[in-house]
T-cell receptor, first 117, second 111 residues
Framework: ETGVTQSPTHLIKTRGQQVTLRCSSQSGHNTVSWYQQALGQGPQFIFQYYREEENGRGNFPPRFSGLQFPNYSSELNVNALELDDSALYLC????????????????FGPGTRLTVT | QKEVEQDPGPLSVPEGAIVSLNCTYSNSAFQYFMWYRQYSRKGPELLMYTYSSGNKEDGRFTAQVDKSSKYISLFIRDSQPSDSATYLCASGGGATNKLIFGTGTLLAVQP
């Protein structure tokens, strides 16, 4: 069973630039959620994708957008980067429709550490 | 008030001690309660989850949920230095599929 993978591992961008982060879900999973984790904080929910559609969004501005592809992999795009966007970006996959824990049994990738200067 | 509150610690214990980690939550709609372990600069690793109230045991780990008091606990028996990490509680349920995380508790197990 292949776990969740993310790329790149680290990224340094300048304020105002745009960034794309990528995630491959665990095999057999059909749902991807993205989280932002600032230093010393717990992960904050950005949005979730199921069947290539956004399926819930947290309190993040529209410059945070995403995609899910037919193979369930996903991208997170952030436009007009701000200094406060510096964080660890985590992707988590889950299996919607699973009877007991459904979409809440989320398995995380290693994250992409984004630094905005 | 945050939906999930967690004491950030740090918590330092000697090897072999029983560790108790706790969270409180405010949203009565939450039905799923997760514990994740996160090593420094890594992604969170799912340790255990429970649905609704009750206990769940897995090896040295026991997760406990008391919905009447909105209290979530994780107990680690015979703690090991390899257990040193940040422990995150998370809750979910209701209209969305998102998990709400606490800030995490940093645990150090001293050899």
């Amino acid at each position: 069973e292949t776990g969740v993978t993310q790329s790149p591992t680290h990224l340094i961008k300048t304020r105002g630039q745009q960034v794309t982060l990528r995630c491959s879900s665990q095999s057999g999973h059909n749902t991807v959620s993205w989280y932002q984790q600032a230093l010393g904080q717990g992960p904050q929910f950005i949005f979730q994708y199921y069947r290539e559609e956004e399926n819930g969004r947290g309190n993040f501005p529209p410059r945070f957008s995403g995609l899910q592809f037919p193979n369930y992999s996903s991208e997170l795009n952030v436009n007009a980067l701000e200094l406060d966007d510096s964080a660890l970006y985590l992707c988590a996959s889950s299996l919607a429709g699973k009877r007991t824990s459904g979409p809440y049994e989320q398995y995380f990738g290693p994250g992409t550490r984004l630094t905005v200067t | 008030q945050k939906e999930v509150e967690q004491d950030p610690g740090p918590l330092s214990v000697p090897e072999g001690a029983i560790v108790s980690l706790n969270c409180t939550y405010s949203n009565s709609a939450f039905q799923y309660f997760m514990w994740y372990r996160q090593y420094s600069r890594k992604g969170p690793e799912l340790l255990m989850y429970t649905y609704s109230s009750g206990n769940k045991e897995d090896g040295r780990f026991t997760a406990q949920v008391d919905k009447s008091s909105k209290y979530i606990s994780l107990f680690i028996r015979d703690s090991q230095p390899s257990d040193s990490a940040t422990y995150l509680c998370a809750s979910g349920g209701g209209a969305t599929n998102k998990l709400i995380f606490g800030t995490g508790t940093l645990l150090a197990v001293q050899p």
